[in-house]
């Protein structure tokens, strides 16, 4: 793929790198080794072994190949290579100079973006304001008629700014909600 194509993977994560190799020859091939330009041989696995096929691979024989690692930020690239040397159906070399191909892989690494919440209040490590003290001694509570609540002693000034505290913390939670939904 052209680096337009590579996907784009969170710096850190891991990236799997898949070598499929055909033989798209008339010919058998024995020793069929897969590298990469940036990769080790010793990372790179075919069909659960190291990173060459003994073979014979038969003309129209397919195998995989994988290898790991750690994305990094911004553009790369890699190459991967197969070579072959061309045989008999036993794997005896007939001679024949060996087939090689190559093949660039590319992705791009980016770094996650931390969404800023901002809270109604400058002192995010005490979002909610300190009410205003009850006022100290008894509090004088008239008889309450049939059917009504009696005043226990509340201010009802308090109580209704905590109440429109906890409509400003309810419109907090929906800015952020609507936030993760755009992004």
């Not at 790198?17 to 990469?36: C, K, R, S």
């Amino acid at each position: 793929d052209t680096a337009a194509e590579g996907p784009t993977v969170s710096t850190g994560s891991t990236v799997t790198w898949t070598y499929v190799v055909t033989n798209t020859g008339t010919t058998f091939l024995t020793d069929v080794t897969v590298t990469d330009n940036l990769v080790a041989a010793a990372d790179i696995s075919c069909d659960g072994g190291t990173n060459v096929v003994a073979g014979p691979v038969a003309p129209g024989a397919t195998f995989t190949c994988t290898a790991t690692g750690v994305a990094v930020a911004g553009g790369y690239t890699n190459v991967g290579s197969v070579t072959g040397t061309p045989s008999d159906i036993l794997g005896t070399p007939t001679g024949v100079a060996a087939v090689t191909d190559t093949d660039p892989s590319n992705y791009t690494g980016t770094t996650p973006v931390v969404p800023v919440i901002a809270y109604p209040y400058p002192d995010i490590t005490n979002p909610v304001p300190t009410a205003a003290p009850l006022p100290s001694g008894p509090v004088a509570a008239s008889p309450a008629p049939s059917g009504a609540l009696a005043l226990t002693g509340s201010d009802p000034t308090t109580l209704l700014t905590l109440g429109l505290l906890a409509v400003g913390a309810g419109a907090a939670v929906v800015a952020v909600s609507r936030r993760r939904d755009d992004e």
